[in-house]
């Protein structure tokens, strides 16, 4: 399970980086590599002009183009190309991981899936995760059941908070079987537990016939990049005026750690978060921060429309400081996430 995760994560951002390596190429920009994976550098062999590597750390891989950060006066290299062309190779890693998504969605919505639903719209209460010696767990409630008999989970969480202390029952479905549980909702409860010890999903599950299955993934595509910019801009708005990293948010460690979780729903339920995923990659690429695609493009689209060049010293230098700005988040999150693991 570990490995397909590992296998999952490098191929979104291979994805990425192979967009960026094919709009190079149409645009007759020398690739000098193509990696996959990330150095020390296994083994390697060079096809025209182009080294094609493999290497020791599989999460993902990269591209370098000649003349990335320098001109060269060559016709070949990226710095050299006119504006509109640099303009299409760094929008191509974004443009290619909400493609990877948009097939995912479609792909599963043929076969069938179930899909997690993040606001109080009706669906269907999956239990997530039991907590162990909660009133749950001592009813026999397992990950992946669902509790019937509530229409959303505001609806079920007001149940729980007005049967406090009381003995209720739930209706609850496994598989091809329904049957009826007795609990005692607790007062006083474990943090981060709940009264009756659940993480609960509402769901809803997805068929679509062909050709019908294209025009779901395109639905599902956009409304889940509108929801992740919103969020971002939720986050950004957080980091500036309370200066903290708001607790909803994961690193590498935290999605690991929830993509382990996940493992019991099926192949296609991980398929499907992958997709999503992808999705999060590409909006936090086209975010106009230094070092990421979308610092480049704020570079690019400022010299189509003032017909000056930046300097490429000062580019340089304003994506080693996003750079390091990036690190110093992602170290901050993930020493939180490896402290929730622990926990």
């Known amino acids: 399970m570990i490995l397909l995760i590992i296998i999952f994560i490098a191929i979104l951002i291979l994805v990425h980086e192979f967009g960026h390596f094919l709009l190079a190429k149409n645009f007759k920009v020398k690739v000098e590599e193509f990696g996959i994976g990330f150095p020390p550098r296994i083994f390697k062999f060079k096809k025209d002009e182009t080294i094609y590597s493999f290497n020791l750390i599989p999460l993902g891989g ?17 710095s050299d190309q006119p504006p509109k062309n640099r303009l299409f190779i760094v929008l191509a890693g974004i443009v290619f991981n909400i493609f990877l ?22 669906g269907n209460l999956m239990i997530f995760d039991v907590a162990s010696s909660s009133p749950a767990k001592i009813a026999g409630l397992e990950k992946g059941d669902f509790i019937l008999g509530f229409s959303n989970f505001k609806e079920f969480k007001n149940f729980i908070n007005e049967n406090l202390g009381k003995e209720i029952e739930l209706k609850i479905k496994r598989k091809n079987d329904i049957f009826t549980v007795k609990l005692v909702p607790r007062i006083d409860f474990p943090k981060n537990e709940g009264a009756i010890g659940v993480s609960i999903f509402t769901v809803d599950y997805i068929k679509e016939k062909f050709p019908l299955n294209f025009v779901y993934g395109a639905r599902l595509t956009f409304d889940y990049l509108s ?54 990659l590409a909006v936090i690429n086209i975010l106009p921060f230094p070092a990421l695609d979308g610092g480049r493009l704020i570079f690019i689209l400022f010299e189509m ?23 110093l988040i992602a170290i901050l999150v993930t020493i939180r996430d490896v402290r929730i693991f622990i926990l």
């Open 62 to 78: 990269f591209v370098r183009l000649y003349g990335e950060n320098e001109k060269t006066g060559s016709l070949d290299s990226f």
């Open 305 to 327: 429309l003032s017909g000056k060049e930046v300097n490429k010293n000062v580019e340089s230098i304003f994506h080693l400081i996003g750079f390091v700005i990036l690190i």
């Open 227 to 280: 929801q992740m910019f919103s969020k971002i801009y939720e986050i950004l708005k957080n980091l500036i005026t309370v200066k903290k990293v708001p607790q909803d948010v994961v690193g590498p460690v935290g999605i690991f750690k929830i993509l382990l979780n996940l493992k019991d729903f099926g192949i296609k339920y991980l398929i499907f978060v992958f997709g999503v995923l992808s999705l999060n």
């Open 101 to 122: 998504a948009y097939f995912i969605f479609s792909f599963i919505s043929l076969t069938g899936f179930i899909k997690p639903i993040f606001d109080n719209s009706p």
